[in-house]
Protein backbone atom coordinates (compact mmCIF):
# COMPACT_ATOMS: atom_id res chain seq x y z
CA UNK A 1 0.00 0.00 0.00
CA UNK A 2 2.88 2.26 0.81
CA UNK A 3 4.34 1.55 -2.84
CA UNK A 4 1.20 2.36 -4.07
CA UNK A 5 0.18 5.59 -2.09
CA UNK A 6 3.56 6.88 -3.06
CA UNK A 7 3.00 6.44 -7.07
CA UNK A 8 -0.36 7.91 -6.67
CA UNK A 9 0.87 10.82 -5.00
CA UNK A 10 3.79 11.37 -7.66
CA UNK A 11 0.93 10.79 -10.85
CA UNK A 12 -1.71 13.02 -9.45
CA UNK A 13 0.72 16.05 -8.21
CA UNK A 14 1.16 17.74 -11.95
CA UNK A 15 -2.91 16.96 -12.34
CA UNK A 16 -3.96 18.62 -8.88
CA UNK A 17 -1.11 21.14 -8.68
CA UNK A 18 -1.55 22.31 -12.28
CA UNK A 19 -3.96 25.59 -13.24
CA UNK A 20 -7.47 23.83 -13.67
CA UNK A 21 -10.93 25.13 -12.75
CA UNK A 22 -10.39 24.45 -9.50
CA UNK A 23 -7.37 25.91 -9.11
CA UNK A 24 -8.37 29.44 -10.35
CA UNK A 25 -11.50 29.28 -8.99
CA UNK A 26 -10.20 29.02 -5.15
CA UNK A 27 -6.84 31.38 -6.26
CA UNK A 28 -9.70 33.78 -7.06
CA UNK A 29 -11.66 33.33 -3.46
CA UNK A 30 -8.80 33.66 -1.78
CA UNK A 31 -7.65 36.59 -3.34
CA UNK A 32 -11.12 38.30 -3.28
CA UNK A 33 -11.57 37.19 0.61
CA UNK A 34 -9.24 35.55 2.04
CA UNK A 35 -8.21 32.00 3.02
CA UNK A 36 -10.51 31.60 5.71
CA UNK A 37 -13.78 32.80 3.68
CA UNK A 38 -12.70 29.72 1.54
CA UNK A 39 -13.41 27.03 3.88
CA UNK A 40 -16.76 26.43 3.10
CA UNK A 41 -16.44 26.33 -0.42
CA UNK A 42 -12.88 23.68 -0.10
CA UNK A 43 -15.25 21.71 2.23
CA UNK A 44 -18.21 21.65 -0.38
CA UNK A 45 -15.76 20.79 -3.42
CA UNK A 46 -13.92 17.95 -1.52
CA UNK A 47 -17.22 16.47 -0.32
CA UNK A 48 -18.36 16.51 -3.47
CA UNK A 49 -14.96 14.68 -4.88
CA UNK A 50 -15.42 12.37 -2.14
CA UNK A 51 -18.52 10.96 -3.22
CA UNK A 52 -17.52 11.14 -6.93
CA UNK A 53 -14.43 9.49 -6.49
CA UNK A 54 -15.87 6.76 -4.74
CA UNK A 55 -19.20 6.52 -6.98
CA UNK A 56 -17.04 6.20 -10.29
CA UNK A 57 -14.13 3.75 -8.38
CA UNK A 58 -16.81 1.20 -7.45
CA UNK A 59 -18.58 1.39 -10.96
CA UNK A 60 -19.44 4.10 -12.01
CA UNK A 61 -17.17 5.31 -14.86
CA UNK A 62 -18.59 3.26 -17.44
CA UNK A 63 -21.69 5.83 -17.45
CA UNK A 64 -19.87 8.45 -18.99
CA UNK A 65 -18.63 5.89 -21.65
CA UNK A 66 -21.93 4.71 -22.49
CA UNK A 67 -23.73 8.13 -22.51
CA UNK A 68 -21.15 10.87 -23.89
CA UNK A 69 -24.03 13.05 -24.40
CA UNK A 70 -23.54 13.28 -20.29
CA UNK A 71 -19.92 14.43 -21.04
CA UNK A 72 -20.96 17.41 -23.09
CA UNK A 73 -23.83 18.36 -20.73
CA UNK A 74 -21.52 18.50 -17.57
CA UNK A 75 -18.75 20.47 -19.78
CA UNK A 76 -21.55 22.83 -20.78
CA UNK A 77 -23.11 23.36 -17.77
CA UNK A 78 -20.16 23.59 -15.80
CA UNK A 79 -18.64 26.12 -18.10
CA UNK A 80 -21.71 28.29 -17.93
CA UNK A 81 -21.78 28.24 -14.22
CA UNK A 82 -17.60 28.85 -14.42
CA UNK A 83 -19.19 32.41 -16.26
CA UNK A 84 -21.63 33.18 -13.75
CA UNK A 85 -19.13 33.20 -11.05
CA UNK A 86 -16.85 35.02 -13.63
CA UNK A 87 -19.41 37.77 -13.73
CA UNK A 88 -19.97 38.18 -9.77
CA UNK A 89 -15.88 39.13 -10.25
CA UNK A 90 -16.32 41.99 -13.08
CA UNK A 91 -19.23 43.41 -11.45
CA UNK A 92 -17.27 43.88 -8.17
CA UNK A 93 -14.47 44.88 -10.24
CA UNK A 94 -16.41 47.46 -12.52
CA UNK A 95 -18.47 49.39 -9.77
CA UNK A 96 -17.66 51.71 -6.71
CA UNK A 97 -19.34 52.01 -3.57
CA UNK A 98 -20.97 48.69 -2.00
CA UNK A 99 -20.14 46.91 -4.95
CA UNK A 100 -18.98 43.02 -3.71
CA UNK A 101 -18.68 40.10 -4.96
CA UNK A 102 -20.27 36.97 -3.61
CA UNK A 103 -18.51 34.67 -0.90
CA UNK A 104 -18.41 31.58 -2.49
CA UNK A 105 -20.45 28.72 -0.27
CA UNK A 106 -20.36 25.03 0.03
CA UNK A 107 -22.95 24.43 -2.21
CA UNK A 108 -20.79 26.49 -4.78
CA UNK A 109 -18.07 24.33 -4.77
CA UNK A 110 -20.07 21.41 -4.79
CA UNK A 111 -21.60 22.41 -7.98
CA UNK A 112 -18.17 23.09 -9.20
CA UNK A 113 -16.96 19.72 -8.93
CA UNK A 114 -20.14 18.10 -10.31
CA UNK A 115 -19.87 20.34 -13.20
CA UNK A 116 -16.15 19.63 -14.09
CA UNK A 117 -15.75 17.46 -16.48
CA UNK A 118 -11.96 17.60 -16.22
CA UNK A 119 -12.02 16.14 -12.87
CA UNK A 120 -14.32 12.73 -14.04
CA UNK A 121 -11.49 12.30 -16.59
CA UNK A 122 -9.12 12.29 -13.66
CA UNK A 123 -10.77 10.32 -11.92
CA UNK A 124 -11.14 7.51 -14.34
CA UNK A 125 -7.90 7.99 -15.29
CA UNK A 126 -6.47 7.30 -11.98
CA UNK A 127 -8.63 4.57 -11.52
CA UNK A 128 -7.50 3.10 -14.71
CA UNK A 129 -3.83 3.25 -13.65
CA UNK A 130 -4.03 2.18 -10.17
CA UNK A 131 -6.93 -0.76 -9.98
CA UNK A 132 -6.61 -4.10 -11.45
CA UNK A 133 -7.74 -4.75 -14.82
CA UNK A 134 -9.13 -7.74 -14.59
CA UNK A 135 -11.32 -9.38 -11.76
CA UNK A 136 -13.53 -7.92 -9.02
CA UNK A 137 -13.31 -4.24 -7.52
CA UNK A 138 -11.78 -4.28 -4.35
CA UNK A 139 -13.37 -1.25 -2.33
CA UNK A 140 -10.49 -1.20 0.45
CA UNK A 141 -8.42 -0.03 -2.47
CA UNK A 142 -10.90 2.16 -4.03
CA UNK A 143 -11.58 4.08 -0.72
CA UNK A 144 -8.26 4.41 -0.18
CA UNK A 145 -7.21 5.95 -3.60
CA UNK A 146 -10.21 8.42 -2.95
CA UNK A 147 -9.04 9.64 0.07
CA UNK A 148 -5.69 10.35 -1.26
CA UNK A 149 -6.95 11.38 -4.35
CA UNK A 150 -9.50 14.06 -1.88
CA UNK A 151 -6.58 14.67 0.19
CA UNK A 152 -4.14 15.87 -2.39
CA UNK A 153 -6.88 17.74 -4.28
CA UNK A 154 -7.21 20.03 -0.68
CA UNK A 155 -3.59 20.47 -0.53
CA UNK A 156 -3.30 21.30 -3.89
CA UNK A 157 -6.57 24.06 -3.93
CA UNK A 158 -5.09 25.36 0.29
CA UNK A 159 -2.01 26.08 -1.90
CA UNK A 160 -3.95 27.86 -4.78
CA UNK A 161 -5.69 29.53 -1.95
CA UNK A 162 -2.75 31.35 -0.05
CA UNK A 163 -1.65 32.03 -3.43
CA UNK A 164 -4.11 34.17 -4.15
CA UNK A 165 -4.71 35.55 -0.52
CA UNK A 166 -0.84 36.63 -0.75
CA UNK A 167 -1.39 37.98 -3.84
CA UNK A 168 -4.42 40.08 -2.62
CA UNK A 169 -2.30 41.73 0.42
CA UNK A 170 0.39 43.46 -2.39
CA UNK A 171 -3.01 45.20 -3.61
CA UNK A 172 -4.80 47.32 -0.94
CA UNK A 173 -6.21 50.36 -2.02
CA UNK A 174 -9.20 50.33 -4.16
CA UNK A 175 -8.73 50.92 -7.55
CA UNK A 176 -6.24 47.80 -6.73
CA UNK A 177 -9.31 45.95 -5.43
CA UNK A 178 -10.89 46.59 -8.44
CA UNK A 179 -8.08 45.65 -11.20
CA UNK A 180 -7.61 42.56 -8.98
CA UNK A 181 -11.15 41.61 -8.82
CA UNK A 182 -11.34 42.48 -12.94
CA UNK A 183 -8.05 39.77 -13.10
CA UNK A 184 -10.04 37.19 -11.11
CA UNK A 185 -12.81 37.70 -12.99
CA UNK A 186 -11.24 37.46 -16.39
CA UNK A 187 -9.24 34.66 -15.61
CA UNK A 188 -12.37 32.66 -14.19
CA UNK A 189 -14.33 33.59 -17.49
CA UNK A 190 -10.77 31.90 -19.62
CA UNK A 191 -10.86 28.70 -17.47
CA UNK A 192 -14.87 28.55 -18.99
CA UNK A 193 -13.53 28.79 -22.37
CA UNK A 194 -11.07 26.16 -21.66
CA UNK A 195 -13.83 23.70 -20.60
CA UNK A 196 -15.95 24.60 -23.57
CA UNK A 197 -12.98 23.78 -25.48
CA UNK A 198 -11.33 20.85 -24.08
Known amino acids: ???????????????AYS????????AAIGGRFGVLASVPATTGYHLAT??????????????????????????????AY?????????RAGAMTGTAQARQATALDGAILLLLNPKAYVIIALTFTQFLPASGPVD?????WITLVFTL?????????????????????????????NTAFGVMLAGVALWMLLR
Request: proline share 5%.
Open 1 to 15: MIELTFALLLFLFPL
Open 19 to 26: PGPGNMFF
Open 50 to 79: LIATAALGLGFAGLVRVTPVLFDLLRYGGA
Open 82 to 90: VVWLALGFL
Open 139 to 143: PVLVV
Open 152 to 180: NNALAFTAWTLFGDLLARRFRSAADARAM
